[in-house]
């Protein structure tokens, strides 16, 4: 008995099942890299709260995301919450899931780049009469943003992976679709390959696209101290 097959391989390696795996992945990384971001950034911003109260519901937050599994939460989340009336289809459950356990991640990394920009700069955009909104918007946001690109990047990275993890809940993305297939043909070997070449693709063509947005701010950084030079 063969245990591995080349025509199965090259068969499933452009299989439209396969394909459809694949595009569900990247929608699901990109909309839950969407709302995580808008939800880190409202988390981060809790933190940082001159209230004790918002930064404790802030610290909650990131303690109970970072703290336990991804998949004990989605778990729980598509089958634990309509036992009290709450009901999400796979979807949703797969959305909300992972970008709530995304947003606390990034929520620490946008924390870390808003601290790192030099408070003198804030004090004097305050001296200058601008309000503090005005000062989080076109004083430090800007310059925390070029900050957080890197770990940003590599959070998205690993969200591509993470997204498998829905396939606990039957979520139709790319390891989903593998395992149904597998079940269908038993070819354990071939389609698991298929699988992890296409999660390989992926984070390889991330990586490209990421160091492309690194190499562009840190130029037009050089730029802006080579024009403040002159």
Known sequence: MSIW???GFFHYLFNPFILDGVFTT????CVSLFFGLALAVIVALMRRSKRRSLRSIGWFYIWLFRGT?????????????????VRFSVVEAALIGLAMNEAAYLAEIIRAGIEAVSEGQSRAARALGMSERQIMRYIVMPQAFKIIIPPLGNSVNGLLKTTSVTSVISMEELLRRTQVLIQEKFMVLELFTVAALYYLLLTTVWDF????????FGRSTAVVNLSEKR
Request: avoid cysteine; aromatic fraction near 10%; glycine fraction near 4%.
């Open 5 to 7: 097959s080349w025509s």
């Open 26 to 29: 990247i929608w699901l990384t």
């Open 69 to 85: 599994p991804l998949l004990v939460q989605l778990i729980m989340i598509y089958t634990a919450l309509p036992q009290l009336g």
């Open 209 to 216: 696209v990421q160091r492309h947005i690194e190499k562009r």
